[in-house]
């Protein structure tokens, strides 16, 4: 167990054993919040049917109340609680994809409060594969709403240190589970309309969601839904960031005070700050895995500007460059 040094002094990170997550379910179950390891990104968790705890989310991450949280649950049988239909779709794609980085936005059940929902009559619902996760809802046994653990419009966290540096003065613990596997947060699928629609892409690539039922719409933004997932800038850091197609693009006085994000290894990188390439095995779920405790540290260098390499948006690398797009929207 280790304590963390920040003001309050309340906040400890524990190593998710048995006992600690006894912990945890007892905290979600009177009401508190606890940071807990998923395999997309690290959760800042509440009782999903306790809207006081609930509004404690949106407080500590200065969330605004009109973002709707995701309702985390443990085992299929927990979905009735959260969710009043199951379209088709949706049970197609929960067998194949669940447990694992899928959420399903589906017609929300009246257990769950409004102001999970923002007020929308849907609800989005997730079935983590992360032992940590699962054990925490299971024994808290009840559904736990949970977005990011990070300050709204910041890089998700995937270490525990990661939730520590940033939100360590407001909550009580944090379930550390070692660092996000998949590192992205989930997929998003809208099951509610004649369609199924993506929301946000993420860790299940969008292929693979078509393999299962077939060609999905992708939502242009501008449905009704105000999904900040899905606002132009989001998982910012707070150095400007730059998306290049090509090195050559850098000229070399550019390069001196910059720092420079690379999904592989590459020639032609003298002259930056710093070079960090993420993947030397080239595969796009490492690139995932690192990118955002990469941009984190990155953002801590005192550079100028990153400049971040683009990837083809092909499985993976769809939401990678979502991600990296957002954060290089500039503020306006
Ligand atoms: O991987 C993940 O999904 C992580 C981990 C913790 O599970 N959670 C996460 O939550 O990314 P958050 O709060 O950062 O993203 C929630 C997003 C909202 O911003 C919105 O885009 C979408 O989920 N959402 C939630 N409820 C919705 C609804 N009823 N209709 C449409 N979109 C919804
Ligand atoms: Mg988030």
């Known amino acids: 167990m280790r304590r963390h040094r920040g003001a309050g002094l309340r906040l400890v990170i524990r190593a998710a054993t048995t006992e600690a997550i006894a912990a945890g379910a007892a905290l979600i179950r009177r009401g508190d919040l606890v940071a807990f390891a998923t395999e997309t990104v690290y959760g800042l968790g509440a009782d999903a049917t306790n809207p006081t705890a609930v509004a404690r989310i949106f407080e500590v991450k200065r969330r605004p109340s009109f973002d709707p949280l995701i309702v985390h649950i443990e085992s299929p049988g927990q979905l009735s609680s959260v969710a009043a239909v199951m379209p088709r779709a949706a049970t197609a794609l929960a067998a194949r994809f669940w447990p694992g980085p899928l959420t399903l936005v589906l ?17 989005a619902v997730r079935l983590p594969s992360h032992a940590v996760a699962r054990a925490l809802i299971a024994a808290a046994g009840r559904p736990i709403a949970a977005p990011s653990a990070n300050p709204f419009g910041y890089i998700s966290p995937t270490t525990a240190a990661h939730v520590a540096a940033q939100l360590g003065d407001e909550i009580p613990l944090i379930l550390d589970g070692g660092p996000c596997a998949v590192g992205l947060e989930s997929t ?15 860790g299940i690539p969008l292929e693979d969601i078509g393999a299962v039922i077939g060609p999905v719409q992708v939502d242009p933004g501008g449905t009704g839904v105000l999904a900040p997932g899905q ?72 550079y100028e500007r990153l400049y971040a390499r683009a990837v083809a948006e092909v499985g993976l690398g769809r939401a990678i460059m979502d991600r990296l797009r957002r954060a290089a929207t500039a503020e306006r």
Do not use: N
């Open 231 to 302: 606002l132009p800038r989001h998982y910012a850091p707070r150095t400007p960031i730059t998306i290049v197609h090509t090195l050559a693009d850098i000229a070399a006085p550019q390069r001196a005070g910059a720092a420079l994000l690379l999904p592989w290894p590459e020639p032609g990188t003298s002259g930056f700050g710093r070079v960090e390439v993420l993947a030397d095995d080239r595969a796009l779920p490492t690139v995932a895995a690192r990118l955002f405790d990469a941009m984190r540290r990155l953002d801590a260098g005192g």
């Open 188 to 202: 998003i699928i809208s099951c509610v309309g004649p369609q199924p629609v993506l929301l946000r892409a993420g």
């Open 107 to 123: 017609p929300k059940a009246q257990a769950i409060p409004a102001i999970v929902t923002a007020g929308l009559p849907s609800v």
